[in-house]
């Protein structure tokens, strides 16, 4: 059964930085897609950040330059460093794997950029 669990997430000053986590259960990490979204309350889910089995990477315009996502198939793990967070960037994060014809998502993790 596959698994996502977020971590991370927390209360920063705009200017500041926060580095998520998200660890996959399972035996099929290695062999997907995984990426962050984030969701604002009465919004649509939007991409962030996505990287595939390559290491390939995509980044919403909004986080280019500030955000990277990486990934370590030993550890089971997809990251998402956030630099130089805005106020705009608080949301929830959610971790998104996609293997095959199936998505899993995790549980979320607020972020909230204030001073």
């Known amino acids: 059964q596959v698994q996502l669990v977020e971590s991370g997430g927390g209360l920063v000053q705009p200017g500041g930085s926060l580095r998520l986590s998200c660890v996959v259960s399972g035996s099929v990490f290695r062999f997907s897609l995984t990426g962050w979204y984030r969701q604002a309350p009465g919004k649509e889910r939007d991409l962030v950040a996505r990287?595939?089995?390559?290491?390939?990477?995509i980044y919403a315009d909004s986080v280019k330059g500030r955000f990277t996502i990486s990934r370590d198939n030993t550890k089971n793990t997809v990251f998402l460093q956030m630099n130089s967070l805005k106020p705009e960037d608080t949301d929830i994060y959610y971790c998104?794997?996609?293997?095959?014809?199936?998505?899993?998502w995790g549980q979320g993790t607020q972020v909230a950029v204030s001073s």
């Open positions: 990287i595939d089995v390559f290491g390939n990477t």
């Open positions: 998104n794997l996609r293997y095959m014809d199936t998505v899993y």
